[in-house]
């Protein structure tokens, strides 16, 4: 145990770093716990939160570096006003919520004053300003954006480029279906489309705190060993970046029965939220629900002298009164931006002609988004597994899943998150603005949103699966695997009576049923002794480092996917070969294409023989396995370089090694369908990677937690505590992290603010 100094704290307070570096502190009440925090998070994490606070004001390029991305960044982040009415936001908030939220903003204020400024922050000339309730709304607006929004925007994006790519109307339907029934594409190809993010932004985007897939579950008392519910959760996230995006702690104060309350779990540097946890009386994870809260829209617009430009709505046109936001660059000229808005979303660029436009919408712009934070915060306080259940059902963004176990044994799972009511079932394509009956009609009732509570079979689990209102009604957009939910429903089906152990194993699956069940439909069309066909017919769909058969199926697999769909009447070869490898992934375009290759028929594949087109793409598959005899292991092209956030390029730099700024090459397991979800997104310039970025499982029987997390507590490369966890991460070792110590003498401070 290490004792930490907090010595411009203000609270009476106990703090010491266990073991394995994780803060735990103890103070003399809730509020004063998230004072500490604050404290925390500062001392541990100054550079990460302000830098994310920055970037998502849109003033990285004025504040951090004028770099091409950063602007990029700058123009989307403005535009789309994630920063503005933020103050209205706070004055919206309960006093029960707002108390505790600047309770940890002077602890972030606090606790930031010894230290003045960080390295990076000194490199760069940044001064970090005071944190208070507009920041920490501010972060959380960029957390549902920036992964969710965003990435449902891109996905959209593919689609509308394929339309206008003139691939073939029925094949797409085909592909697409049911998302794409009685949809015109005549006016999608006359849509002038803005340039799309770059894959520099899109690095950016995946540097910053944002959610964008996981897995959860739950288990009941009939099911677990212990008698007791068991809860795990792995929120998967870049993982390749140092320090890591979570920051871990044990906040204690007395609870109100005379004994101590607790509160751990991985929380988000610049916010007083836990996104997975526990207390004594509950625990909880969530999942990214693929919901679709934004939507493209087509905008007909024409000049005016007096406007500038107008829209139409139905025969009338309407005057557009932009606003200028001021693109701030370090040893530049400003750039100015104006910025089309109206009653249905926001122009993606600055018009230059006259025409169709596209225009897009958040449903987290809505007043009142920021009782989100009340949510989090709330859920601590809770009970039981029932009330969180009411708790987060009401929360506005981002759109989750979450899933909790309590001391008595209770299990559920609740969606969250406003979702837009559309005239249509799908807002997969644009529609046109001009018609009233396709703009939004309000949100989806809370009451509606899918839940299970206490289910028969004994368990609850999620892993960005599709999803459904009570109706039937779907909650996405375009299809979404489900290959990592099925996995765990398969696993806890089997385990009679599950341990912790059992949990932690399932966090590390690396068992693909997308190999699984795709192979057999594949290895048909081959002769008995052909090369691939011999070589994956025994294989068993594991994706762990040393395995030879993951390498060659991802290879087979996608020569098929190029035969099949980007010939030259399809998608096209280079489309298709950017869209299917790890430059350009597109789980949605993935998605759909598995689901058509066990059909017998198709459009796809009409004229053409579909076995010969699997013949002749496991016949270049041998031809690259004939290139290398010995054969590959998934850890000769699915390893990565853990780099730091901060001051590190491409990875695999030997300067950064030296400098302690990169890790050597780092097997990955998994790949994007199984349960440890080893993604690996590489380009010439750069590595992206996505992947179970904590890992959590609690036995609701103890005051127990056992975690691990690719990283450690503090964002300084030269701390012991910088990677404190990644050997765990790697291996598959957990830590306890535990809620319930006999209580140890407070230090007093000289002055509290909180009053006393």
Not at 59 to 64: D, M, V
Not at 501 to 520: C, G, I
Not at 589 to 610: E, F, G, I, N
Not at 651 to 676: D, K, N, Q, V, W
């Amino acid at each position: 145990m290490e004792r930490l100094e907090l010595k411009a704290a203000r609270v009476e307070h106990t703090a010491y770093r266990d073991a394995a570096g994780v803060p735990h502190v103890e103070a003399r009440s809730w509020h004063e716990a998230l004072y500490l925090l604050g404290y925390l998070h500062a001392v541990d994490r100054p550079t990460q939160m302000h830098f994310a606070r920055t970037v998502a004001s849109g003033r990285a390029a004025e504040r951090i570096a004028n770099r091409p991305e950063l602007v990029e960044m700058d123009r989307l982040l403005r535009r789309s006003g994630i920063q503005r009415g933020l103050s209205d936001e706070v004055g919206m908030l309960s006093a029960d919520v707002l108390a505790p939220l600047e309770a940890y903003c002077r602890g972030v204020n606090d606790g930031l004053a010894p230290i003045g400024r960080t390295l990076p922050m000194w490199a760069v000339g940044f001064r970090p300003d005071a944190w208070n309730a507009e920041a920490v709304l501010l972060i959380g607006n960029l957390l549902s954006f920036a992964g969710l929004a965003v990435g449902e925007q891109e996905a959209e994006r593919v689609l509308l480029e394929l339309i206008q790519l003139g691939v073939d109307d029925e094949r797409l339907r085909e592909l697409f279906r049911p998302y794409l029934d009685g949809v015109d594409f005549a006016p999608l190809r006359e849509v002038r489309m803005a340039r799309q993010l770059s894959d520099d932004a899109l690095e950016v985007l995946a540097d910053l705190p944002r959610l964008a897939g996981s897995n959860a579950w739950a288990i009941g008392p009939a099911r677990s060993a212990t008698g007791a519910a068991l809860l795990a959760s792995d929120p998967h996230l870049e993982v390749n970046r140092l320090p890591a995006i979570w920051y871990e702690v044990v906040l204690r104060w007395p609870a109100k029965d005379g004994g101590t309350d607790y509160a751990l779990g991985a929380t988000l540097p610049g916010c007083p939220l836990m996104a997975v946890g526990r207390t004594p009386r509950l625990s909880w994870g969530v999942t990214y629900m693929h919901a679709n809260t934004s939507d493209y829209f087509i905008e007909d617009i024409r000049p005016d002298a007096a406007a500038g430009w107008q829209y139409r709505r139905g025969d009338e046109w309407i005057g557009y009164q932009p606003r200028i936001e001021r693109i701030q660059r370090k040893g530049a000229e400003p750039l100015v931006e104006r910025v089309y808005a109206n009653d249905v979303g926001v122009l993606t660029e600055e018009p230059t002609e006259a025409g169709k436009h596209l225009s897009v919408a958040w449903v987290g712009s809505r007043p009142g988004r920021g009782a989100s934070i009340g949510a989090w915060l709330q859920v601590i306080s809770a009970e039981s597994t029932e009330q969180a259940m009411r708790v987060v059902k009401k929360s506005p963004h981002p759109s989750l899943v979450w899933v909790f176990a309590d001391r008595q044994g209770h299990i559920g799972k609740q969606a969250s998150g406003w979702l837009p009511v559309r005239a249509r079932a799908s807002g997969l394509v644009p529609v046109p603005a001009w018609d009233p009956t396709n703009h939004w009609q309000g949100v989806v009732p809370a009451e509606r949103l899918p839940r299970e509570y206490d289910p028969s079979r004994g368990f609850v689990a999620s892993a960005n699966e599709e999803m459904y209102l009570a109706d039937g009604a779907p909650l996405h957009s375009h299809g979404l695997h489900d290959y990592r939910r099925r996995r765990i429903d398969e696993r806890l089906t089997e385990l009679a009576h599950a341990t912790v152990e059992d949990m932690q194993r399932l966090q590390y699956d690396v068992t693909s049923l997308h190999a699984r069940e795709l192979l057999p439909v594949l290895l048909t069309h081959l002769d008995e002794e052909h090369v691939v066909r011999r070589r994956l017919e025994h294989w068993d769909h594991r994706f762990d480092p040393a395995s030879e058969g993951a390498p060659l199926f991802i290879a087979f697999y996608r020569l098929v996917l190029l035969e099949i769909f980007g010939a030259e009447q399809g998608i096209g070869w280079r489309r298709m070969l950017y869209l299917t490898t790890r430059i350009g992934y597109s789980a949605m375009l993935l998605t759909a294409c598995d689901r058509m290759l066990p059909k017998v028929t198709s459009a796809w594949w009409q004229d053409r023989d579909k076995g010969a087109l699997i013949r002749r793409a496991a016949d270049r598959a041998a031809e690259e396995l004939a290139r290398n005899p010995a054969g590959q292991r998934w850890s000769d092209v699915n390893a990565f370089h853990f780099i730091n956030r901060f001051y590190s390029g491409r990875g695999g730099s030997i300067t950064g090694r030296l400098l302690g700024y990169e890790s050597s090459r780092t097997p990955m397991p998994g790949c994007h369908a199984t349960l440890f979800q080893g993604h690996l997104k590489a380009t010439a310039r750069r590595e992206s990677t996505f992947a179970p970025s904590y890992h959590f499982v609690a036995d609701l029987s103890t005051d127990t937690a056992w975690t691990n997390l690719p990283g450690g507590p503090s964002e300084n490369h030269l701390s012991k505590w910088y990677q404190s966890d990644v050997a765990r991460w790697r291996t598959g070792g957990y830590k306890p992290l535990v809620g319930a110590v006999p209580p140890t003498p407070l230090v007093t401070p000289a002055r509290s603010p909180f009053g006393g």
